[in-house]
């Protein structure tokens, strides 16, 4: 990291990353697993060399039946450990639901139908994935050709049962995926509206990174006699990922300071998380407008639009995705090597499911937290509630980050002059004029406005009468005292 010369009153904080997880070292192989040979060609073609520990531990007792209660922390393969146990209890031969996978988000729900493709390609596996805010006639027809398994959110499985697309008298198993977030997002009565649909069901395996306590009644109810696994002893967030905080400069407006934080640290690529929607599309906006490849997700998108700048981020087409907490659970960006928390969650909790998207699989992470005055109490309870201390670091000061950031931009521009066959004589000349013109300062920064601009969003596509009254809403905040720029 960069050194700076910042007031030495800016406040800051530390914890230093353990030693990264052993996660190959003494754990069985999978053949030793005892997977199918059609599992085992999937692992084999997606490159997983060894299981991780959470899928050994949840594997024999899965597949033998059992009930599973699994505290593990996010990113750790838990979406693999119940995977391959479930491809080894289903009757390919009957094509009538037999698992149900319920998970908070339809970005989870995206993606744990994706490791089931991955995983049970080579076994016959027949799965669908349904999830709201996208029509139901492909989720119908998919289910009326029939499936083995269906992965979804739990308003829209209970939508598809209640118009008869699916049958459930032959469903012996539930898994509640990121059970902890369902709860918290009010779906209990719908789990338990799920669970009496099963009449024939046998196993429930239920996933959380966190145990709160309506858990248990849950867990009494509906799991009898349960294997309990507890992988989360060596704390959720904090063992790969270095937790850092910057103090945020009040004397501009936030945003600033952000910039600062993504010139001193570079990411090729970030989450920033904020806690208002608003706030997401404002950020993203700001840093468009400042040359920043940076576009913003929140459930006001459409649900296409959502994927596609998840498929993005995930891609490594998108260098800063700014986000409300949508993208806090589950998601897997396997690369991502930062984390911003542009606002503090209040929930301590949540800071460890944002800061979970960076560091995952044995990788190591960073999470920067941007705390002012105002965050200390949340910075303060986070910090006790997860025995962490966040490590300081020097914001830069505004003078630093605006040269850093025409430093970059010199560079990019070099690289493109560089890769430039020709340059017409009509530019060269007016280059000169312009430079030998007593605005000469006025002239280019102009031009470095109209460069900077971005290309109308791609994702977008609500219509922009609702976007610009958010904008102009989000305009007046004044607390934090950031207003979006204007355009000349
Ligand atoms: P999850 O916690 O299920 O979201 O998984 C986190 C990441 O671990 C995903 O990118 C998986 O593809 C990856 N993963 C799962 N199992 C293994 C394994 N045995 N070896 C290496 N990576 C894995």
């Known amino acids: 990291m960069p050194l700076f010369y910042a007031p030495k009153s800016y406040i800051v904080f530390a914890v230093f990353a353990d030693a990264e997880p052993d996660i190959s070292g003494s754990s069985p192989t999978f053949d030793a697993l005892g997977l199918s040979e059609h599992v085992l060609r999937a692992i084999m073609e997606i490159g997983y060399k060894k299981p991780l520990q959470v899928q050994v531990e949840c594997f024999a007792p899965a597949k033998a039946g059992r009930n599973l209660v699994v505290q593990s922390r996010t990113g750790s393969g838990k979406t693999a450990a119940f995977v391959l146990p479930?491809?080894?209890?289903?009757?390919?031969?009957?094509?009538?639901?037999?698992?149900?996978?319920?998970?908070?988000?339809?970005?989870?729900?995206?993606?744990?139908?994706?490791?089931?493709?991955?995983?049970?390609?080579?076994?016959?596996?027949?799965?669908?994935?349904?999830?709201?805010?996208?029509?139901?006639?492909?989720?119908?027809?998919?289910?009326?050709?029939?499936?083995?398994?269906?992965?979804?959110?739990?308003?829209?499985?209970?939508?598809?049962?209640?118009?008869?697309?699916?049958?459930?008298?032959?469903?012996?198993?539930?898994?509640?995926?990121?059970?902890?977030?369902?709860?918290?997002?009010?779906?209990?009565?719908?789990?338990?509206?799920?669970?009496?649909?099963?009449?024939?069901?046998?196993?429930?395996?239920?996933?959380?990174?966190?145990?709160?306590?309506?858990?248990?009644?849950?867990?009494?109810?509906?799991?009898?006699?349960?294997?309990?696994?507890?992988?989360?002893?060596?704390?959720?967030?904090?063992?790969?990922?270095?937790?850092?905080?910057?103090?945020?400069?009040?004397?501009?407006?936030r945003i600033r300071t952000l910039i600062a934080i993504i010139e001193a640290e570079d990411p090729t690529a970030a989450i920033i998380f904020c806690n208002t929607r608003q706030e997401t599309e404002v950020v993203a906006k700001y840093l468009g407008r400042r040359g920043y490849d940076a576009q913003y997700l929140n459930s006001d998108l459409s649900q296409t639009a959502r994927e596609a700048v998840m498929a993005k981020i995930k891609a490594g087409e998108l260098r800063l995705l700014v986000a409300t907490d949508i993208a806090a659970r589950g998601i897997d960006i396997s690369f991502l090597p930062c984390v911003i928390h542009f606002d503090l969650p209040t929930d301590p909790q949540q800071y460890i499911h944002r800061t979970g998207r960076t560091g995952r699989v044995g990788r190591p992470g960073r999470a920067i937290a941007m705390v002012s005055v105002k965050d200390l109490h949340s910075l303060r309870r986070i910090e006790s509630a997860l025995g962490i201390k966040l490590k300081q670091a020097e914001t830069p000061t505004r003078e630093e980050s605006l040269k850093m950031l025409a430093d970059r931009k010199i560079r990019e521009f070099k690289e493109r002059l560089d890769a430039k066959p020709a340059i017409p004589e009509e530019f060269t000349t007016l280059a000169k004029e312009i430079l030998a013109d007593p605005d000469a300062e006025g002239l280019v920064s102009l031009l470095v406005d109209a460069y900077m601009s971005p290309p109308p969003a791609a994702v977008d596509d609500r219509a922009p009468d609702r976007r610009e009254s958010e904008l102009a809403r989000s305009d007046g905040r004044g607390t934090r005292g950031f207003r979006p720029p204007r355009r000349r």
């Open 86 to 253: 479930i491809l080894h209890r289903i009757d390919y031969s009957n094509s009538s639901p037999q698992v149900v996978v319920v998970v908070p988000t339809r970005e989870l729900a995206l993606q744990v139908h994706g490791e089931f493709e991955r995983l049970g390609r080579y076994t016959g596996l027949k799965s669908v994935c349904i999830y709201g805010g996208t029509g139901f006639g492909e989720q119908f027809n998919r289910l009326m050709a029939g499936v083995h398994v269906i992965v979804g959110t739990p308003g829209r499985l209970l939508d598809h049962y209640r118009r008869g697309n699916f049958r459930t008298d032959q469903v012996h198993a539930i898994v509640l995926d990121e059970a902890d977030e369902m709860l918290s997002a009010g779906f209990y009565d719908d789990i338990q509206k799920i669970f009496e649909l099963l009449s024939n069901l046998k196993q429930v395996l239920l996933f959380s990174a966190t145990m709160p306590f309506n858990m248990e009644n849950l867990i009494k109810r509906y799991m009898k006699d349960p294997v309990r696994i507890d992988l989360s002893k060596d704390q959720v967030c904090v063992d790969r990922i270095t937790n850092v905080a910057y103090s945020v400069d009040t004397s501009g407006p």
